[in-house]
């Protein structure tokens, strides 16, 4: 079946509304950040022990307020543009309200947002972790070594009151930020403009790449091997954001994880073994995995299967759209194209 000239006018035409909604927010992103960037250097010492936590803090208070601020600031435009046109989303009121109302913790839904947040922390990313630093030793060495050269990760280093203050203000940071950007913003967004599931695999290509890092003396597979670790995590954390809308799970397991894994490479670094951490960390939060796996196994067994069959969807023919064969490949093709496009633009104004 040839291609259909209106389905590919929507695959495009909703593509080039978000990169250019992405490219409006990135420079928001960019802006905000010039005072933790630039400034910053200039008033505080980048040797001192402040300095990390200072700059991560402010780092994740720039995307919690270029985010939204940019989203207002683009619909206005696209509104303007869109007048007696097509352009605009019927469900674009207000997608800046959208994105902050995805912040929300509601009385009702407390205390399942807290679950979702320990079954992500618990089954996913613990497992993955401790599997990757079994498997590759070299891994924590060469996290270690490239995180103490980096001015903002000295607390490393430091006395462990002092790295345990750091770490929890830092990671917190950390983790709201790529939440907030990849899966609040650039998911949840993607999937306002197009197949959700196309989103899903677009962001999630894009973590993946992220996390790809080269260094002296490992070998070349290893970047590869992150890279499509982070991948597989992306995957599953866009798949519940675009289901579930809800931020709060993700930046808590991501936080939570990452302060796990800080206290690996502090270890390390203390000259201790990382057994030692397997067996006094690791294996009760992998006690804990194993209940909450019992305890939640009919309702992780149906996300499971409701993951694998919005996978599936996005290799099949979009009906909603009236696709062929051929404009499948086109839109699977335009979405590795427009990864990459997001990938050098957040290089250029984000890293």
């Known amino acids: 079946?040839?291609?259909?000239?209106?389905?590919?006018?929507?695959?495009?035409?909703?593509?080039?509304?978000?990169?250019?909604?992405?490219?409006?927010?990135?420079?928001?992103?960019?802006?905000?950040?010039?005072?933790?960037?630039?400034?910053?250097?200039?008033?505080?010492?980048?040797?001192?022990?402040?300095?990390?936590?200072?700059?991560?803090?402010?780092?994740?208070?720039?995307?919690?307020?270029?985010?939204?601020?940019?989203?207002?600031?683009?619909?206005?435009?696209?509104?303007?543009?869109?007048?007696?046109?097509?352009?605009?989303?019927?469900?674009?009121?207000?997608?800046?309200?959208?994105?902050?109302?995805?912040?929300?913790?509601?009385?009702?839904?407390?205390?399942?947002?807290?679950?979702?947040?320990?079954?992500?922390?618990?089954l996913l990313f613990i497992p993955l972790d401790l599997l990757i630093y079994l498997l590759i030793p070299e891994t924590l060495e060469y996290t270690a070594n490239s995180l103490t050269a980096n001015p903002t990760d000295t607390y490393l280093m430091a006395s462990y009151p002092l790295f345990l203050a750091s770490v929890l203000i830092i990671q917190t940071g950390v983790s709201i930020y790529e939440e907030t950007l990849i899966r609040g913003f650039e998911t949840k967004r993607g999937g306002d403009y197009f197949n959700k599931i196309s989103a899903v695999f677009i962001t999630s290509i894009q973590f993946g790449f992220m996390h790809f890092a080269i260094g002296q003396g490992i070998p070349l597979w290893f970047p590869f091997l992150w890279t499509f670790q982070a991948f597989l995590v992306g995957i599953i954390l866009s798949l519940f954001i675009v289901n579930k809308k809800w931020l709060f799970p993700l930046i808590f397991a991501h936080a939570a994880n990452n302060i796990i894994s800080a206290h690996a490479i502090w270890n390390y670094l203390q000259g201790n073994s990382f057994i030692g951490m397997v067996y006094t960390v690791y294996v009760p939060l992998l006690i804990i995995s194993v209940?909450?796996?019992?305890?939640?196994?009919?309702?992780?067994?149906?996300?499971?299967?409701?993951?694998?069959?919005?996978?599936?969807?996005?290799?099949?023919?979009?009906?909603?759209?009236?696709?062929?064969?051929?404009?499948?490949?086109?839109?699977?093709?335009?979405?590795?194209?427009?990864?990459?496009?997001?990938?050098?633009?957040?290089?250029?104004?984000?890293?």
């Open 1 to 122: 079946m040839a291609y259909n000239e209106d389905t590919r006018k929507k695959i495009v035409q909703g593509r080039v509304l978000f990169f250019f909604e992405v490219l409006t927010v990135y420079f928001g992103i960019f802006l905000f950040m010039l005072i933790p960037r630039f400034l910053l250097p200039l008033l505080m010492d980048e040797s001192t022990i402040f300095y990390g936590p200072v700059y991560y803090l402010l780092r994740a208070l720039a995307i919690l307020l270029a985010v939204p601020v940019f989203l207002y600031f683009f619909n206005i435009i696209k509104t303007e543009l869109g007048k007696g046109g097509e352009i605009i989303l019927e469900k674009d009121i207000s997608p800046a309200a959208e994105h902050v109302g995805m912040f929300k913790i509601k009385q009702s839904n407390m205390k399942y947002q807290l679950l979702y947040g320990l079954l992500l922390l618990f």
């Open 291 to 351: 209940l909450l796996l019992i305890w939640q196994f009919p309702r992780i067994r149906s996300s499971v299967k409701l993951g694998m069959e919005q996978i599936k969807s996005y290799f099949a023919v979009d009906s909603s759209i009236k696709e062929s064969d051929e404009d499948r490949t086109f839109r699977i093709l335009l979405d590795l194209v427009l990864v990459v496009m997001i990938f050098f633009i957040a290089i250029l104004l984000l890293v």
